[in-house]
Structures are given as C-alpha cells and as structure tokens.
C-alpha cells in the first residue's frame, strides 16, 4: 500500500507530493533517485537531486533547497513576481 499524498496549499496553490504511478515509470526515475512526483495545481514539475542532497526545478535553476515543498513555495513565488514583471511591461499592462 503506497502512502497518502503530501499536500500543501500557499497562496491559493497547492503543492502535492505522491509516490510515481506505475512499474515502468518507477524504474526509469528509480535511475534518478526520484520516487517522488512533485505537482504544483495539478501539474507534474520536474525536479532532481544534487550530489549533496539539495533539490532543484528543472524549471527554476535559481534557488536549491533541501525540502521539496520549500522548493516548490519558492517557484510559486518566482513566477508570482515573473508575472508581475511581465505585465508591468506589456504594453497597457501597468507601469
């Protein structure tokens, strides 16, 4: 029996931890020490694991943590302010 999904909600987004779906796909992240699928609203994020222990976003190379939902707060708020900025210089977006 695998165990419950680790769920989190930060600022209206929810962070889910759960153990990989299916013997095949078990085996091809097992090479990567990856027994965990990191979901941000739904949405699979790819993630992997330093030498050193720390955890990295495929997506957002910026920041390593050792605490996968730590990680994933932190992208919330990277694209949280990467928006932002994005609509500050669309033109009739803001400033």
Do not use: S
Request: proline residues 5%; charged residues 45%; hydrophobic residues 25%.
């Amino acid at each position: 029996m695998e165990p419950e999904p680790e769920r989190h909600e930060y600022k209206g987004h929810r962070i889910e931890l759960r153990a990989r779906e299916g013997r095949e796909v078990r085996a091809r992240e097992a090479e990567r020490d990856e027994e965990l699928e990191l979901l941000i609203d739904d949405h699979p994020v790819r993630y992997g694991q330093l030498p050193d222990g720390l955890y990295f976003l495929y997506e957002y190379a910026y920041d390593w943590r050792d605490d996968l939902t730590d990680l994933a707060r932190r992208f919330i708020d990277y694209r949280e302010r990467a928006d932002e900025i994005r609509r500050e210089h669309t033109p009739g977006g803001g400033a």
